[in-house]
């Protein structure tokens, strides 16, 4: 509703520069009244001052105030950060190991790319997120919402700009520049990137599959003997071994990007689009593989994905993302049988609850039934009331 709100302003400013007062009186009306934000006001106060570079001196007052707040903000910002490495300082005095089997909570937590440059952007902006111990999260959201980006704080490959993240016991403060116990946590978190081009580097599919443990300090060996298991596993020829990872196709590379990630055996899955060049079976043998190791390992799973379908069927918990904030977050059934929602995120419900919205307009309600599959789909309509 209130983005709506934003872009109609900003719409407005867009058709025709002179409706900037009346963009700027709407903007104050509507900040008075609560019905938008501090940021959002700035934001549009931002996109006022751009459009009119020049003899914008009607607007120096907004800016100046907006100014002010983002300044007290930042300040803000600094303190919270300061006391979190005083923490963090702390726990390693205390503490031998960390224990990173916990939840990993995300609090305030922002990221900007490229920042102090003209090509400056603000991919995450002060999210809260709690993924669980043992759960399946499905990050959703159109392209360029930010998931990859905020997948990536989990482990530590991007560090936030404001706030924290904390992984069970463990913390990385925004803005830290080294992070300690770097390797641990890395095995312990496991992802798998968006593009596994970027996390291929060895000359034989084997060394690629057992460097993670070897790295680890693992017996090498043991390491290499597991490498036809994780093949059989990720469906690969055991014939692969030998064969380098650049020579492979997109999915063949995928598939050792992820058997990588399993051989770490960490506690945690992190997994950025991993179906992406997979066919529609490997795509689903994927899907049970991970359901698998959630349930008989209790392995956490996070997961980035544009399928719908998939997402209803194995997310215990589904993140929504949209222009950079996390905007929603519940289960694969409130999610998507919040019409507004995916509407305004632009996403297709997945197929069953396609079919449920149809059904629902000729007068038989499914939605607010637990349903994943044609099965229980099939069990619900012969027993509706
Ligand atoms: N290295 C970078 N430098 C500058 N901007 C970047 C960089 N990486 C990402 N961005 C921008 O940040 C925003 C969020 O990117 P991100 O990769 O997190 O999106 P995403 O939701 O994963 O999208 P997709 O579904 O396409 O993978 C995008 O607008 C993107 O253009
Ligand atoms: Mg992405």
Redesign the pocket.
Known sequence: MQINKIEKLKQMLAENKENYKEVLENTKVEFENGKISKEERNDIINSISKTYSENCSFISEEIAQAKIEKKIKAKKDKQIQKSYLKELKKDLKAKKEFDFTGDIVMENVSYT??KNSP?E?R?LDNADLVLEKGKITCVI?T???????MIQLTNGLLISETGRTKIGDYQIPAGIKKIPNVKKLRKEIGLVF?FPEYQLFRDTVEKDISFGPINMGGNKENAIKSVPELLKLVELPADYLTRSPFELSGGQKRRVAIAGIIAMDGNTLVLD?PTGGLDPKGEEDFMRLFKKLNKEKNKRIIM?THNMDQVLKIADQVVV?HE?KLIDKGTPFEIFSNRQLLEKIEIEPPKLFRLMYLLKDKGIDLLGQEIRTVEEFAVAFKNRK
């Not at 392209?143 to 980006?149: A, D, E, L, R, Y």
Request: no cysteine; net charge neutral; proline share 0%.
């Open positions: 790319y490229s090509f952007f991919a959201g392209t360029g919402s930010g998931k990859s980006t968006q689009e980035v993302m950079g």
